[in-house]
Each structure stands twice: as structure tokens, then as C-alpha cells.
């Protein structure tokens, strides 16, 4: 039987069952063909990953592009790239990023940020990066990291970053739930009604 291995190698041999075909074929559409790349500039920033974008425009048009409010029509207008836009990072941009990154949509972040100038949504940009290190994206915050991200073999290899094992709330039954408590008996004991 030949098959190709997730890396596009055939592979020939009577040792493979289609038991293992089926799990390299699966495995193989599991590998992202496109890399899902979030952008983000703050306002004195984006000029400057404007011109690191347009330097790699070629690289960038062949991955799947998402972006804060503004960064993103830049992005599209000035570079013809196609952008899914978000709302603008004070708005609630950077959070929808984050909820993508957490959700394993997101596989690196391009986030120039101003360290000079204060924030309005400062506490949203720290919620990003924060998110963005803990489910193990590279970041790249100034051009020279974006140059080496860009540029890496890994962008166009079959690389996936590991995810951290975290354990997701369970859903349904909640043990303020399960004491079943009358409210009108202010004397029961429990979650609901701390002594």
C-alpha cells in the first residue's frame, strides 16, 4: 500500500494497514497548510509594520491573515493583503485575538507595541501577551523578532507549536447546584448561603 506521511513522503511497504493509513491521512489534514498569523499595531507603531509587512508581502499572502481595526485596513488597502479585521484594539480587538488564540485559531502573533506611550486598554494588551505565552505562539513585538519568525524554516514546515495540557471547566452540573437549597430557609448551610 503507498500512502504519504503528514510531510508528503510516499511511503511503500506491506507493513502499513489501513489502519495506519487512515491515521497518517488524518494526521495530515491536521497539519496547517496556511498559518493563521494575527497582526496588531499601536498608533505610533504601525507604520513600521506596515513596512515590515509590505517587505514580506509575498510571505504573507500565503497565510491566512487576521488583524486589530485599523492595522488590518491598512494592511489591506496600502498592501492588497486580505485581512480578516477585527474591531480596533481599545474597542475589544485585542480581546477577540486573545479568545482566537485561546481557541487554537491563532498560530503566531505580529504585536508591535509602543513601550512609550500609555495605553487605554492597557490591561487588554497584557491579557494578549499573557495569552499568547501561555498557549506556547510565538510573539514577535518589534521588527527585528518578526524578521526572524518570518524567516524561519518552521513558518513553512509542518510545525505545530504544543499546546499546554489545561484543564477546561466542566459543563452541566454546578455545585452551587448540586445543594439543592430552598431559598426562602436563610438557615441551610452551604455554598449558597455561607454561614
Do not use: C
Request: net charge negative; glycine share 6%.
Amino acid at each position: 500500500m503507498t500512502v504519504s506521511d503528514p510531510t508528503g513522503t510516499n511511503i511503500t511497504g506491506t507493513n502499513i494497514t489501513s489502519t495506519d493509513a487512515t491515521v497518517l491521512q488524518a494526521a495530515s489534514k491536521d497539519l496547517p497548510s496556511r498559518r493563521r498569523i494575527a497582526m496588531v499595531a499601536h498608533d505610533n507603531k504601525k507604520v513600521d509594520l506596515l513596512s515590515w509587512a509590505e517587505f514580506n508581502v509575498d510571505t504573507l499572502r500565503a497565510h491566512e491573515l487576521y488583524a486589530t481595526g485599523t492595522t488590518g485596513t491598512l494592511l489591506e488597502y496600502e498592501l492588497g493583503l486580505r485581512v480578516h479585521r477585527f474591531l480596533s484594539g481599545p474597542l475589544g480587538g485585542d480581546q477577540q485575538i486573545g479568545a482566537k488564540i485561546a481557541e487554537g485559531e491563532i498560530d503566531m502573533l505580529i504585536f508591535f507595541w509602543d513601550p512609550l506611550e500609555p495605553q487605554p486598554h492597557d490591561p487588554d494588551v497584557k491579557a494578549l501577551l499573557r495569552l499568547a505565552a501561555l498557549w506556547n505562539i510565538p510573539v514577535a513585538n518589534n521588527v527585528a523578532t518578526a524578521d526572524m519568525i518570518i524567516s524561519s524554516p518552521l513558518l513553512s514546515s509542518s510545525y505545530a507549536a504544543t499546546r499546554p495540557d489545561v484543564e477546561r471547566p466542566a459543563t452541566g452540573a454546578s455545585p452551587l447546584l448540586a445543594a439543592e437549597v430552598d431559598p426562602a430557609d436563610r438557615s441551610a448551610k452551604g455554598p449558597a448561603y455561607p454561614a
